[in-house]
């Protein structure tokens, strides 16, 4: 058994706004930079494997809060949100010929206008995942995050997800011949003050 522990980029001036990032290369906000240089892993997954996804505010996330490169992972890329990247979700919501919905209406099957449904981004990261070899934290985008999570829970894209997604925290997973939920679940970054 392997350990995962998964980790949401800090935060872009587009997450700022409500834009939809996706596959966009949006750097990490100034303000961001300054307080996760101040925040560290915990000690219990400090030594183990460092990956992230090729965007930049991924990789900015990683080593700011590992103080070392990590891996570059493809399969982490966030979920393309095709002709919807750049807007806003509460303008895409309100356009009926949109075809935006809520989370909780998704499915596995739901696709962005030449983007990507969660049951493609799942295709991609089922293989990563069989290859891991030892603990590996990966910083990664919600897309992703929500992607794993629900495997874990055995969650449909249907309804109320029985997890929230926080920054600066460690979703913990454990990775046999299946994906399961560890515990516990939500571990956070600590202050590099408290680590030393």
């Not at 800090?10 to 949006?26: C, L, S």
């Not at 750049?86 to 998704?106: E, N, Q, T, V």
């Not at 449904?117 to 089922?126: C, E, T």
Request: with cysteine.
């Amino acid at each position: 058994m392997n350990r995962l522990a998964l980790i949401r980029h800090g935060q872009t001036v587009w997450n700022r706004a409500g834009r939809i990032q996706g596959h966009r290369d949006i750097p990490l906000e100034p303000e961001t930079v300054k307080d996760l240089a101040g925040l560290t892993l915990p000690p219990d997954w400090q030594h183990a494997a460092l990956v992230s996804s090729p965007l930049q505010r991924a990789v900015q996330t990683a080593e700011l809060i590992a103080d070392r490169s990590p891996v570059i992972e493809p399969a982490l890329l966030e979920m393309d949100y095709g002709d919807w990247e750049g807007k806003r979700g509460i303008d895409l919501y309100a356009d009926p010929d949109s075809g935006f919905k809520h989370l909780p209406d998704w499915g596995w099957d739901y696709q962005p206008p030449n983007g990507e449904s969660p049951a493609q981004v799942w295709s991609r990261l089922s293989p990563w995942l069989q290859s891991l070899t030892a603990d590996t934290v990966a910083v990664c985008h919600i897309g992703v995050m929500r992607t794993l999570l629900a495997v874990a829970f055995d969650w449909p894209f249907r309804g109320e997800p029985p997890f929230t997604i926080k920054r600066n925290s460690l979703y913990c997973l454990q990775v046999t011949d299946k994906l399961s939920v560890a515990e516990p679940l939500r571990v956070r970054l600590i202050s590099r003050d408290t680590n030393n």
